[in-house]
Nanobody
Framework: QVQLVESGGGLVQPGGSLRLSCAAS????????MAWYRQSPGKGRELVAR???????NYVDSVKGRFTISRDNAKNTVYLEMNSLKPEDTAVYYC???????????????WGQGTLVTVSS
């Protein structure tokens, strides 16, 4: 009914940059918060950044000053600009929309399938 599709992951050297995108599609009436999470091997999934429809943002301390989350509400798309990447940023990055209002005025929580970011020389 509602899907999130991520793109933009890949292999990058330490100090490099990547831009992730996540497009929502389906029976969407509105989306409030959109977020990026990540999960490294052997670790739990952690919140990286989130943004409300009004543009309010917050970040985990480890990425502040390096990552920027933004969104295009008209396209139901959220982005994650990642700069000064470090090996410890290596993870599968997941897009999340915890409260999507559907066209039938129900509520659904949606996750993307994930995109792998590898930071290595």
């Amino acid at each position: 009914q509602v899907q999130l599709v991520e793109s933009g992951g890949g292999l990058v050297q330490p100090g490099g940059s990547l831009r992730l995108s996540c497009a929502a599609s389906g029976s969407i009436f509105s989306i409030n918060t959109m977020a990026w999470y990540r999960q490294s091997p052997g670790k739990g999934r952690e919140l990286v950044a989130r943004i409300t429809s009004g543009g309010y943002t917050n970040y985990v301390d480890s990425v502040k000053g390096r990552f920027t989350i933004s969104r295009d509400n008209a396209k139901n798309t959220v982005y994650l600009e990642m700069n000064s990447l470090k090996p410890e940023d290596t993870a599968v990055y997941y897009c999340n929309a915890p409260t999507v209002v559907t066209t039938s005025f129900g509520y659904v929580a949606v996750w993307g399938q994930g995109t792998l970011v590898t930071v290595s020389s």
